[in-house]
């Protein structure tokens, strides 16, 4: 069964860095694009940043030029190096990939489990 591992999360102080990995695992044929998304409490959750297999990628505005998001092909995994956090990043991070698990015919959202971050002096 294919399923998305997340890791990387913590507390961290404003300014600081964190560096969130991705990792789909299972019988794979093909990943379309991954990404990451994040909940905050209270909040609706909303887009942080897409990568294609490609390497074509798109930023909410929020993050763009603080977050990279990154992509291995060869290890099914996804990165999003996060830089320069500020205390409104705090929230559950949720992973994201449209792929293609073996015999399926279609490709299909698969999410992980979310891993918290925190901004906090």
């Known amino acids: 069964q294919v399923q998305l591992v997340e890791s990387g999360g913590g507390l961290v102080q404003p300014g600081g860095s964190l560096r969130l990995s991705c990792a789909a695992s299972?019988?794979?044929?093909?990943?379309?694009?991954m990404g990451w998304y994040r909940r905050a409490p209270g909040m609706q959750r909303e887009l942080v940043a897409t990568?294609?297999?490609?390497?074509?990628?798109n930023y909410a505005d929020s993050v763009k030029g603080r977050f990279t998001i990154s992509i291995d092909n060869a290890k099914n995994t996804a990165y999003l190096q996060m830089n320069s956090l500020k205390p409104e990043d705090t929230a559950v991070y949720y992973c994201?990939?449209?792929?293609?698990?073996?015999?399926?015919?279609?490709?299909?959202?698969?999410w992980g489990q979310g891993t918290q971050v925190t901004v906090s002096s």
């Open positions: 994201n990939a449209n792929l293609r698990p073996a015999r399926a015919a279609w490709y299909r959202d698969v």
């Open positions: 299972g019988s794979i044929l093909g990943i379309n694009v």
């Open positions: 990568i294609t297999s490609g390497g074509s990628t």
